[in-house]
């Protein structure tokens, strides 16, 4: 079992920056792909970005290439999510999940433990 916390979340306006963070918990959580997913109302569950356990490998979601950077401290079980250049379209609840059995996974199903969401908001 793996439990994830996220935080970091808030309100911020266009162009600032943020920083999420994903404290997992459970012994082999360091073992685990993890990734970053966000929801805005009325819209479903997409994929922002994602990284192996190893941290040498990690995939963005075109939307914030260039923009988002996800990083992991396998030492303190914590994934980040550092977020630069917000924009409004931005805003969501962002959710940090873990994959057991994919080193770098897209598709939400291939996910088995998810936390509870944080909440951006960016202001224009």
């Known amino acids: 079992q793996v439990q994830l916390v996220e935080s970091g979340g808030g309100l911020v306006q266009a162009g600032g920056s943020l920083r999420l963070s994903c404290a997992a918990s459970g012994r082999t959580a360091s073992t685990y792909g993890m990734g970053w997913f966000r929801q805005a109302p009325g819209k479903e569950r997409e994929f922002v970005a994602a990284?192996?356990?190893?941290?040498?490998?990690?995939y963005y979601a075109d939307s914030v290439k260039g923009r988002f950077t996800i990083s992991r401290d396998n030492a303190k079980n914590t994934v980040y999510l550092q977020m630069n250049s917000l924009k409004p379209e931005d805003t969501a609840v962002y959710y940090c999940?873990?994959?057991?059995?994919?080193?770098?996974?897209?598709?939400?199903?291939?996910?088995?433990?998810w936390g509870q969401g944080t909440q951006v908001t960016v202001s224009s």
């Open positions: 990284i192996s356990w190893s941290g040498g490998s990690t």
């Open positions: 999940a873990a994959s057991s059995t994919v080193v770098v996974a897209v598709a939400a199903s291939l996910y088995d433990y």
